[in-house]
Nanobody, 124 residues
Framework: VQLQASGGGLVQPGGSLKLSCAAS????????LGWFRQAPGKEREAVSC????????FAQYSLADRFTISRDNAKNTVYLQMHRLKPEDSAVYHC??????????????????WGQGAQVTVSS
């Protein structure tokens, strides 16, 4: 069972980027997949999450107008589409899996499986 994040990179302010998180060995009805980010010197921050079972999504209010999470269950993949990126969005973005029985979506310690992270740098 593993999560593989991809799609990070360097983008100019105002640009867009789409991250992918491919989940292998995961039963869709058993997990919620979430995106977290951590910038240097800062605490890890929850970004958004989605239930692989019913597609319910949850997003940090401050990011919801620019970031959209989606899923492709056929590919066991979750995406994070990011628009109008700002320098303060620069961070390592991790995807993580939460047992579907839990609803504490914003607590990173509840997530039992983490991907390796994708670096997003927003800079001109």
């Amino acid at each position: 069972v593993q999560l593989q994040a991809s799609g990070g990179g360097l983008v100019q302010p105002g640009g867009s980027l789409k991250l992918s998180c491919a989940a292998s060995g995961v039963t869709p009805n058993s997990v919620t997949l979430g995106w977290f980010r951590q910038a240097p010197g800062k605490e890890r921050e929850a970004v958004s999450c989605i239930s692989l079972s019913d597609g319910s999504t949850f997003a940090q209010y401050s990011l919801a107008d620019r970031f959209t999470i989606s899923r492709d269950n056929a590919k066991n993949t979750v995406y994070l589409q990011m628009h109008r990126l700002k320098p303060e969005d620069s961070a390592v973005y991790h995807c993580a899996a939460l047992d579907a029985h839990f609803s504490d979506y914003w607590s990173d310690y509840m997530y039992h499986l983490w991907g390796q992270g994708a670096q997003v740098t927003v800079s001109s």
